[in-house]
């Protein structure tokens, strides 16, 4: 079972000052701000459920970031000991509080696909038994799926594969 404490997080002076200086700056993107909030009430003490309330944020949420922390924790403090810059730890740090990279949503349409589309757009219309002189967008679209390259398109779409 679980142990019910949240995770201690200490910061070194140097570390503080610079997750201090993130929530001051007005470029900072307010995501990367609310995490270094986390943090920092974290190392003031407060548990994962006054953290949530005082940030509006999920309990969850807290602990994913109490716990992203603290699992680096012991790098960066070594790195500090090493006489890491400024810069490099502060990249560290951003680093630690950044989102996860995300497989995000999958082609639809092959490599392949692609390539017999452009093929296709660079062919002549009239040559292909279109009375037009260029293609359009929405002609390109028939004859796409006429020639069963793929089962449906947009005209946006084929728009983008040429552009």
Same mark, same amino acid.
């Given at each position: 079972?679980?142990?019910?404490?949240?995770?201690?997080?200490?910061?070194s002076q140097q570390q503080r000052t610079l997750l201090e200086q993130v929530v001051r700056r007005y470029s900072s993107p307010q995501g990367l701000v609310?995490?270094?909030?986390?943090?920092?009430?974290?190392?003031?003490?407060?548990?994962?459920?006054?953290?949530?309330?005082?940030?509006?944020?999920?309990?969850?949420?807290?602990?994913?970031?109490?716990?992203?922390?603290?699992?680096?924790?012991?790098?960066?403090?070594?790195?500090?000991?090493?006489?890491?810059?400024?810069? #490099?730890?502060? =990249?560290?740090?951003?680093?630690?509080?950044?989102?996860? !990279? *995300?497989? %995000?949503? +999958?082609?639809?349409?092959?490599?392949? #696909?692609?390539? =017999?589309?452009?093929?296709?757009?660079?062919?002549?219309? !009239? *040559?292909? %038994?279109? +009375?037009v002189s260029h293609w359009t967008a929405q002609e390109l679209v028939s004859e796409i799926v006429k020639r069963g390259i793929v089962e449906q398109i947009?005209?946006?779409?084929?728009?983008?594969?040429?552009?």
């Amino acid at each position: 079972m679980p142990d019910p404490r949240p995770l201690r997080i200490k910061l070194s002076q140097q570390q503080r000052t610079l997750l201090e200086q993130v929530v001051r700056r007005y470029s900072s993107p307010q995501g990367l701000v609310q995490r270094v909030m986390v943090v920092l009430l974290a190392a003031e003490g407060m548990n994962n459920s006054q953290i949530a309330q005082q940030l509006q944020l999920a309990r969850n949420t807290v602990r994913r970031w109490r716990q992203r922390w603290s699992a680096a924790a012991n790098h960066m403090i070594s790195m500090e000991g090493e006489g890491i810059s400024d810069k #490099q730890l502060l =990249q560290m740090m951003i680093a630690v509080l950044a989102d996860a !990279p *995300r497989s %995000g949503t +999958p082609a639809t349409f092959t490599t392949e #696909q692609v390539v =017999q589309i452009v093929a296709l757009a660079c062919e002549s219309p !009239p *040559r292909v %038994g279109h +009375p037009v002189s260029h293609w359009t967008a929405q002609e390109l679209v028939s004859e796409i799926v006429k020639r069963g390259i793929v089962e449906q398109i947009s005209p946006r779409s084929v728009g983008r594969f040429l552009k």
